[in-house]
């Protein structure tokens, strides 16, 4: 059973930083990519950012240039945001996807204390 926790969400003023972490229970180069998406009240989930095991990135328009996703060790996936914005809160998930199959974390939330 595939396992994804996120971390690292929290309050952020507006302009603030904050850096995501996803644990994997397995290495994520076992995975066909590995992405972030996010969710806000009442809306649709949506692609943040997704890095290919074979370093393909794609960002989210809203994500270019102040998001970054990163893989820095063999179990973890990384957003590193910047210059965040209220229209950024909302739950930040993990997705692992292997062939046909997505693996979905929890969620952290992320919210604008402005």
């Known amino acids: 059973q595939v396992q994804l926790l996120e971390s690292g969400g929290g309050l952020v003023q507006a302009g603030g930083s904050l850096r995501l972490s996803c644990a994997a229970s397995?290495?994520?180069?076992?995975?066909?990519?590995m992405g972030w998406y996010r969710q806000a009240p009442g809306k649709e989930r949506k692609l943040v950012a997704r890095s290919t095991v074979g370093g393909t990135t794609n960002y989210a328009d809203f994500a270019k240039g102040r998001f970054t996703i990163s893989r820095e060790n063999p179990n973890a996936v990384y957003l590193q945001m910047l210059g965040l914005k209220s229209e950024d809160t909302a739950v930040y998930y993990c997705k692992a996807k292997r062939h046909s199959r997505n693996y979905w974390g929890q969620g952290t939330q992320v919210t604008d204390s402005s």
């Open positions: 397995e290495s994520i180069y076992e995975f066909n990519s």
